[in-house]
């Protein structure tokens, strides 16, 4: 194993006095599996080491979606596994879009605007299948290995090109494999959800795909009944002993341009050779991933980690539909859209702390979209509230609701529909953290305030002083418990946060509202939380007594950090909440033990907050880091991301929280231009269960406290080595001022550590994720 002690420079000089690099610098670095025969150069990058040794890889075939290699880009995804029910003669390569949908709203957002499959290619060879040895290279997002059948062996490659949208697949085989090929079966154009529920009366499949030539490019067209279709289109190009299959998939509305523009991406594309089309997609990727740096001594845990950064750059782009229930690669499911009331929310969490603000979707739709979220309310209310329904497709449009349909946002107080009114405040919080962690203030003032406040006002038109003086919401819906309930924790917890939001937003804004006295009003004189015995309630008439999967009644803890244990009793209060709702299984689902890892990290209990990772990795995860419920759900392991970010470092309450939540395991750990509340950027380095220092970068010149661990008196530096001034505000916190662009750096007093990069020693090995040939 390589010696862990020459590592990516941050500063030289023995001083701190020779200045810091803006970038780190490939040394050689430790690894947790080692290659026979890898070279000084293949380890001497840091950001290499840790992909290298996350790469997914499968020895044995995998059978379904959720053991397979996937490939994306945001909008075109492929799921790869053996066909069904012939699993010696071929292999899947699911061809689906985010982009591609119906559009009915008669029949609501599960049927009439539903995500549609698109169809997939299955790669048939001469003989039967007899093994595989694959590999998922995250660093260039891209599948290489070989499948083995009985006359011969096909080495190929394959990648969703990032910038394209093609996916390109090279076959090289050998002598006795030269006559395999591919087959297209175009999908049905149904929503998947008339496999789960019954069809709304009325409502029927679209017309079969019609497939023809045109100039040598095959293409399967699928006219919708509403108009417009999409299209999918192909080539193979023979290049010596390669073949290389091209596939783009386009989808148009109501006009007819989809096949028009799959066939010029594909005649474009494959004037090119595989080569070529992959040079220009890795170069994306490799920026990508050099964004931010993590490292920790749990090798599966590390490995699942790069995992979900590679995942959600495959599944999510700024200009790409906010992720649906399954990302770009849909499969058989009863949730063909997008969900608001926690999917899309932890889908998007960990862009923040891994510095990956590009993959922004929620913010660009709700600002893009904000039209159709007035529509989504009551007649009454439209001209000065806005809500968005439990489920959208990618224009946050919900057609026809009903409980076969699609969910409508309600009115409170009503049933039907099902008075589920807070999710567009949830998501809201979403657009708030993005401009926090980056203090760009078009975000506030052109998304957050204007869409904040009306989506605030709608609560204002319910809210009724009760006779306890109080002010009091009639019943509404507490996902996904079930039964209303006056006083509902899930919106009286996101009304609080709006409005202490909206207040601060003014001020920053230089805003005199008109409705901040009502704001105001609203924080002194709403009705306390409804708690029991056990902790929070679902609301007044309804305690919290059965399993149930989802922390609704709890998001003034997490993630509003509305409530955060500052006194003994409020700490007290969390910890009996949590309990009694992780006590009770039956309902509980992955996103639960995410929930309560990131709570246990905001309590500082960093061995529950691992305890509860541990628990999600062995119930629910699967082989390829997927997650499944009644369908394929991509949000649970994406929100695992987020609950490591929050032991590694929290920043609510402006005050940035380094290494808060560690656990005793995780003596040693590396992060690297970890974004923050407040637009910096944080590197540090814990050694031996000792922080060794600490570095932050300012984006914005916002103010600055930081807790950074370091036991006893501290010096404090800029990137020249100079000591700064800094205020101590005891419990190990200084606050410091930044002006945009500059950085400090906190050591212990008189010490000199190396400021470096590199990953850390793992404590153990761990066996690959994928289908490894055995466990170890």
């Not at 993590?294 to 700024?318: E, G, H, M, N």
């Not at 509860?612 to 991509?634: D, H």
Request: charged share 20%; glycine share 10%.
């Amino acid at each position: 194993m390589p010696s862990p002690s020459r590592r990516t420079v941050l500063a030289t000089g023995s001083a701190l006095g020779g200045g810091l690099l803006a970038q780190a610098v490939p040394a050689q670095a430790a690894t947790s599996e080692q290659t026979a025969g890898q070279t000084t150069e293949q380890t001497a990058d840091p950001w290499r080491t840790v992909l290298d040794d996350a790469d997914l890889v499968w020895q044995r075939m995998p059978a379904t979606w959720y053991e397979g290699p996937y490939l994306g880009n945001g909008f075109l995804g492929s799921g790869i596994y053996a066909e069904p029910g012939a699993e010696t003669s071929a292999v899947r390569f699911n061809v689906q879009h985010s982009e591609v949908q119906d559009h009915r709203p008669e029949f609501g957002s599960l049927f009439g605007l539903a995500r549609l499959p698109v169809g997939y290619f299955t790669l048939e060879p001469v003989g039967a299948i007899t093994g595989l040895d694959w590999r998922l290279g995250l660093r260039d997002a891209e599948l290489t290995g070989t499948l083995t059948t009985d006359r011969g062996t096909l080495a190929l490659r394959a990648l969703v090109h990032n910038d394209r949208s093609v996916l390109a697949v090279e076959v090289t085989p050998s002598e006795g494999e030269r006559g395999f090929r591919w087959v297209f079966h175009p999908a049905d154009a149904i929503s998947p959800r008339a496999a789960f529920k019954p069809l709304p009366e009325g409502y029927e499949g679209n017309a079969p795909a019609q497939v023809a030539e045109y100039d040598g490019i095959r293409a399967s067209v699928q006219p919708l009944l509403a108009g417009g279709g999409h299209a999918t289109a192909w080539r193979e190009r023979a290049r010596g002993t390669s073949r290389t299959l091209y596939v783009h998939v386009a989808h148009s509305y109501p006009g007819s341009t989809a096949l028009g523009r799959a066939l010029k991406e594909v005649r474009g594309a494959s004037q090119l050779p595989y080569s070529a089309l992959a040079s220009t997609h890795r170069a994306w990727w490799h920026a990508y991933y050099r964004k931010s740096f993590l490292s920790l001594p749990d090798a599966r845990v590390q490995r699942f980690y790069w995992i979900q950064l590679y995942k959600t750059a495959s599944a999510a782009r700024r200009d790409a539909p906010v992720m649906a229930t399954c990302g770009p690669w849909l499969e058989s499911t009863p949730w063909p859209n997008t969900w608001w009331n926690l999917n899309v929310q932890l889908e998007y969490w960990l862009i923040h702390g891994s510095n990956h603000l590009e993959l922004d979707a929620v913010t660009r739709a709700l600002s893009e979209f904000r039209d159709n979220l007035a529509k989504e309310t009551a007649q009454p209310y439209r001209a000065d509230s806005l809500g968005i329904p439990r489920t959208t497709d990618p224009h946050l449009v919900n057609g026809a609701a009903g409980t076969l349909t699609g969910y409508g946002v309600g009115i409170p107080g009503q049933d039907p529909p099902t008075p589920e009114v807070g999710n567009l405040t949830w998501a809201l919080h979403n657009v708030w953290l993005s401009y926090r962690h980056t203090m760009d203030i078009r975000i506030l003032r052109e998304v957050l305030f204007p869409l904040l406040r009306k989506a605030i006002t709608y609560y204002l038109h319910f809210l009724e002083p009760g006779p306890d003086g109080r002010l009091h919401l009639p019943a509404t819906f507490s996902p996904e418990y079930g039964g209303n309930s006056r006083d509902c924790n899930y919106d009286l917890m996101l009304l609080t946060w709006g409005c202490r939001t909206l207040l601060d937003s003014a001020e920053l804004l230089g805003v005199d509202d008109e409705l901040a006295p009502r704001w105001r009003e609203v924080l002194a004189r709403r009705v306390a939380y409804p708690t029991d015995a056990n902790g929070f309630m679902i609301g007044a008439d309804i305690p919290f007594a059965k399993s149930h999967r989802h922390y609704s009644h709890l998001l003034a803890v997490y993630p509003l950090y509305e409530l955060t244990g500052r006194t003994p009793d409020e700490r007290a209060l969390i910890e009996r909440s949590l309990a009694h709702w992780v006590g009770f299984e039956g309902a509980l689902q992955g996103y639960t033990f995410t929930g309560a890892a990131s709570m246990s990290a905001l309590l500082g209990k960093g061995e529950d907050a691992l305890k509860y990772l541990g628990e999600l990795m062995a119930r629910f995860i699967q082989p390829n880091t997927m997650y499944k419920e009644s369908g394929p759900v991509i949000e649970t392991p994406l929100s695992a991301a987020q609950s490591l970010h929050d032991m590694v470092c929290q920043s609510w309450g402006g005050t940035i929280r380094v290494f808060p939540a560690l656990p005793a395991a995780w003596a040693d750990l590396t992060v690297h231009n970890f974004r923050t509340q407040g637009a910096f950027l944080l590197s540090a380095v814990r050694e031996g269960g000792v922080t060794r220092w600490v570095r932050l970068v300012s984006e914005a010149g916002a103010p600055c406290a930081v807790r950074h661990g370091i036991a006893g008196p501290v010096d404090v530096r800029d990137e020249r080595g100079r000591r700064l001034r800094y205020r101590d505000l005891g419990e190990g916190t200084v606050q410091l001022a930044l002006r945009k662009g500059e950085s400090a750096i906190v050591t212990a007093r008189g010490e000199r550590p190396d400021l470096t990069i590199a990953p850390v020693r793992p404590n153990a090995e761990a066996p690959r994720w994928g289908l490894p040939r055995t466990d170890h």
